[in-house]
């Protein structure tokens, strides 16, 4: 068995048991693979033994990388999880099934054109700046609901909500007031939890746990 299949299997039974452990309803968050900088041959153990959620960072890697094994591998589902920039928005409608970083009109704007030009069915994530941080992408939580509400106006698929908490600080805070966000407008999905808090973001109920390092190991790119 190759490692990242370990790996993979490891990470699995860590969220059952803390699933089972927790109160409430059980659930299936799904895990995405981020094999960003990885190469091919690092991907194709997962893909052969049936993993269909892979994320990346960036659409031209993503499209050198994908655009073939897509077509092999009919059942993949690819996560847009950068920054994505406009002028690599028609790249990116192409190649991707998700989109995890949706924070900005101009932004969505352009999604709307290209996606309803393509008829194309891509489930969108609007991203979150919970710790308010110049450095990280996301609206401000202040401006969610009429954020949300212009999103649905251009007729995009808005599924739930993304964040990243501020580095070095307890997630937990910021995992709550996710959840109490997309609560607020009514999205049942949440992409929150990366390899080192997606035990914590499981307490509350991400439904997309977007692991690395965890599975493919260190990057060396």
Request: charged fraction near 25%; proline fraction near 4%.
């Amino acid at each position: 068995m190759h490692q990242t299949q370990s790996n993979l299997i490891e990470i699995q039974n860590k969220i059952k048991k803390k699933i089972n452990e927790s109160s409430g309803n059980k659930y299936n968050p799904k895990i995405i693979a981020v094999s960003k900088t990885f190469p091919e041959q690092e991907i194709l153990p997962l893909l052969n033994s049936g993993h269909n959620e892979f994320g990346e960072n960036k659409v031209q890697e993503a499209t050198q990388k994908w655009k073939n094994l897509k077509e092999k591998y009919d059942q993949v589902r690819l996560h847009m999880l950068g920054k994505l920039q406009t002028n690599k928005v028609k790249n990116a409608v192409e190649i991707f099934d998700y989109i995890h970083s949706l924070d900005n009109l101009k932004l969505a704007n352009k999604l709307a054109k290209e996606i309803h030009e393509k008829n194309k069915e891509i489930k969108i994530f609007i991203q979150i700046n919970l710790g308010g941080e110049s450095q990280k992408s996301g609206i401000d939580p202040s401006n969610l609901e009429v954020f949300y509400k212009n999103c649905l106006d251009l007729k995009l698929n808005i599924i739930g909500t993304m964040c990243i908490p501020p580095d070095n600080q307890d997630p937990k805070p910021f995992f709550k007031e996710m959840l109490n966000l997309n609560n607020k407008i009514n999205l049942s999905e949440i992409s929150m939890g990366m390899t080192n808090d997606f035990l914590e973001a499981i307490e509350f109920k991400s439904t997309y746990l977007r692991i690395g390092t965890g599975i493919f190991g260190k990057r060396f790119i």
